[in-house]
């Protein structure tokens, strides 16, 4: 099983970017939660969303409203639509299925 987040890069604050999961070796319908987490420098790894197939999606309060995270099936891939982005959002974003990590995208937003 293999994940790949791609889609991270560089903007302005207010602006808005869309991660993507590439998820191999396993379908993500049969997952029962995905999700993303984030590493800013000198912090612990947090979650920033989950999407579950009993409890549906949930976020890290800092970014409710501006966050979405839905599946495709089709794509078997995971993404993250993260709208009106602002500086504490920088860090590294991982794709997360249980007991696999995927390799990061980095995120950064200028003021």
């Known amino acids: 099983v293999q994940l790949q987040a791609s889609g991270g890069g560089s903007v302005q604050a207010g602006e808005a970017l869309r991660l993507t999961c590439t998820v191999s070796?396993?379908?993500?319908?049969?997952?029962?939660?995905v999700a993303w987490y984030r590493q800013a420098p000198g912090k612990q790894r947090e979650l920033v969303a989950r999407s579950s197939i009993f409890e549906g999606a949930n976020y890290a309060d800092s970014v409710k409203g501006r966050f979405t995270i839905t599946r495709d099936s089709g794509m078997n891939a995971v993404y993250l639509q993260m709208n009106s982005l602002k500086f504490e959002d920088t860090a590294v974003y991982y794709c997360?299925?249980?007991?696999?990590w995927g390799r990061g995208t980095e995120v950064t937003v200028s003021s």
């Open positions: 070796g396993v379908r993500i319908n049969t997952m029962a939660s």
């Open positions: 997360y299925i249980p007991q696999v």
